[in-house]
């Protein structure tokens, strides 16, 4: 089991696009899923999307649908999350994160079993 690590954060303009990548340990588990969230100072860590390794499902937070994409190469063992139309109130440290519990509807971070160290996105205004 890999360790997952994130990748991808930075600097953006309001209105502009970021695309995370997260080393993920992949598989055929097909009760694998990994998520991500996000946690912004003074905030509750927040889920965002999570999708099913092997088979592909998804299943995004409301606030996120249709701005932010994840999707994941399994031939890479690689996450990713593109996330458009960003804005102010999307900075915050985007994590990584996976279980083995097969819904990819669990959106509590304390059922996800192991993180990535985090990496920060902000979006200027």
């Known amino acids: 089991q890999v360790q997952p690590v994130e990748s991808g954060g930075g600097l953006v303009q309001a209105g502009g696009s970021l695309r995370l990548s997260c080393a993920a340990s992949?598989?055929?588990?097909?009760?694998?899923?990994m998520g991500w969230f996000r946690q912004a100072p003074g905030k509750e860590r927040e889920f965002l999307a999570a999708i099913t390794w092997v088979f592909g499902s998804t299943y995004y937070s409301d606030s996120v649908q249709g701005r932010f994409t994840i999707s994941r190469d399994t031939a890479k063992n690689t996450l990713y999350l593109q996330l458009h139309s960003l804005k102010p109130e999307d900075t915050a440290v985007y994590y990584c994160?996976?279980?083995?519990?097969?819904?990819?509807?669990?959106?509590?971070?304390?059922?996800?079993?192991?993180w990535g160290q985090g990496t920060q996105v902000t979006v200027s205004s």
């Open positions: 994160a996976e279980h083995y519990k097969f819904d990819v509807r669990i959106t509590k971070w304390d059922r996800y079993d192991s």
């Open positions: 992949g598989g055929t588990d097909r009760n694998y899923v």
